[in-house]
């Protein structure tokens, strides 16, 4: 990569980025949702998560606070009611897709989390690359 590409694709990943997200949970959580949410924001790196997410992370939180309610039910009330299943274990399979796919889009799985280490050190070794261009020249 030259210094002027280098350059380049810094501006544009800085304009990308966004202001940073809002430590206030969005007002559409329950009182349960947004203890959720302000326990993943302060979780990510400071920086990490800008404004767009939040509406994945919006999402994500009730995700989570309904498998957390379907969970109280399945666990108070079984799994069967009366030889049929439980509708909560339908409503928690339905949420748990739902959080495996934000939780997956927001980097929280171990794979995502690697991927984008992987992807920080790259740019590390291009920002050192560029200070031994500029020493060089």
Do not use: W
Not at 15 to 29: E, F, Q, V, Y
Not at 35 to 55: A, C, N, W
Not at 83 to 90: D, F, L
Not at 103 to 110: D, F, I, N, Q, W
């Amino acid at each position: 990569s030259t210094k002027a590409e280098i350059e380049a694709r810094k501006n544009t990943e800085e304009s990308m980025k966004g202001n940073p997200i809002s430590d206030k949970a969005p007002s559409r959580l329950t009182a349960n949702g947004k203890k959720i949410y302000k326990h993943l924001v302060s979780s990510f790196p400071k920086g990490f998560l800008t404004e767009t997410d939040t509406y994945s992370l919006e999402i994500l939180c009730n995700a989570i606070d309904m498998l957390q309610i379907a969970q109280k039910d399945i666990r108070e009330r079984g799994i069967l009611i009366e030889g049929s299943e439980n509708p909560s274990v339908k409503v928690y399979d339905k949420f748990f897709k739902v959080f495996n796919t934000m939780a997956g889009k927001l980097g929280m799985s171990p794979r995502d989390r690697s991927q984008l280490a992987l992807l920080m050190v790259n740019q590390q070794q291009d920002k050192e690359d560029e200070l031994l261009n500029i020493l060089r020249s």
